[in-house]
């Protein structure tokens, strides 16, 4: 059974969790962001792993058709923002900031260890992803994906 989550229709229930809505400070950074770029989403890495070096970064870039769309992606990424800061360093990844440059929303994943990286590098692919991709009405076709491996081993 699909639960809606405001605009959402959370197709994999996460906790039944709501997602937030954008408050007045993001909505202000959402609007800057149309004209020049603009972190809107300071990211949990700081947060939960310092000055540590990850391992790799994923760079994703998806450029929107809507604003309504482009604003549902934000909320999903600051929702997960929260839920790994939540869950501290007992992950091995994390979201790098984000930021908005017209239609175009960049962020990165940094992967924090070598093992976890090989193994679940590639879980924007799954089926869960793919769900919550089709709620801003964007596939991984849509994306520019581009990941480095920063630290040799």
């Given at each position: 059974?699909?639960?809606?989550?405001g605009?959402?229709?959370?197709?994999?229930?996460?906790?039944?969790?709501?997602?937030?809505?954008?408050?007045?400070?993001?909505?202000?950074?959402?609007?800057?962001?149309?004209?020049?770029?603009?972190?809107?989403?300071?990211?949990?890495?700081?947060?939960?792993?310092g000055?540590?070096?990850?391992y790799?970064?994923?760079?994703?870039?998806?450029?929107?058709?809507?604003?309504?769309?482009?604003?549902?992606?934000?909320?999903?990424?600051?929702?997960?923002?929260?839920?790994?800061?939540?869950?501290?360093?007992?992950?091995?990844?994390?979201?790098?900031?984000?930021?908005?440059?017209?239609?175009?929303?960049?962020?990165?994943?940094?992967?924090?260890?070598?093992?976890?990286?090989?193994?679940?590098?590639?879980?924007?692919?799954?089926?869960?992803?793919?769900?919550?991709?089709?709620?801003?009405?964007?596939?991984?076709?849509?994306?520019?994906?581009?990941?480095?491996?920063?630290?040799?081993?």
């Amino acid at each position: 059974m699909k639960k809606e989550v405001g605009n959402f229709n959370d197709i994999l229930n996460i906790q039944g969790e709501d997602i937030p809505r954008i408050d007045d400070k993001l909505h202000a950074l959402l609007e800057k962001g149309k004209a020049r770029a603009v972190k809107i989403l300071p990211g949990a890495s700081t947060k939960i792993f310092g000055k540590k070096l990850p391992y790799a970064q994923t760079h994703v870039s998806i450029t929107f058709d809507s604003e309504e769309d482009l604003r549902r992606c934000v909320r999903l990424l600051r929702w997960s923002d929260q839920r790994l800061l939540a869950i501290g360093s007992s992950i091995a990844w994390s979201w790098e900031r984000s930021i908005r440059k017209g239609m175009e929303i960049s962020f990165s994943v940094n992967w924090y260890d070598k093992e976890f990286y090989l193994k679940r590098s590639d879980a924007f692919k799954d089926s869960n992803h793919l769900s919550y991709f089709s709620m801003f009405g964007k596939s991984t076709s849509d994306m520019r994906i581009v990941t480095e491996v920063l630290e040799k081993g």
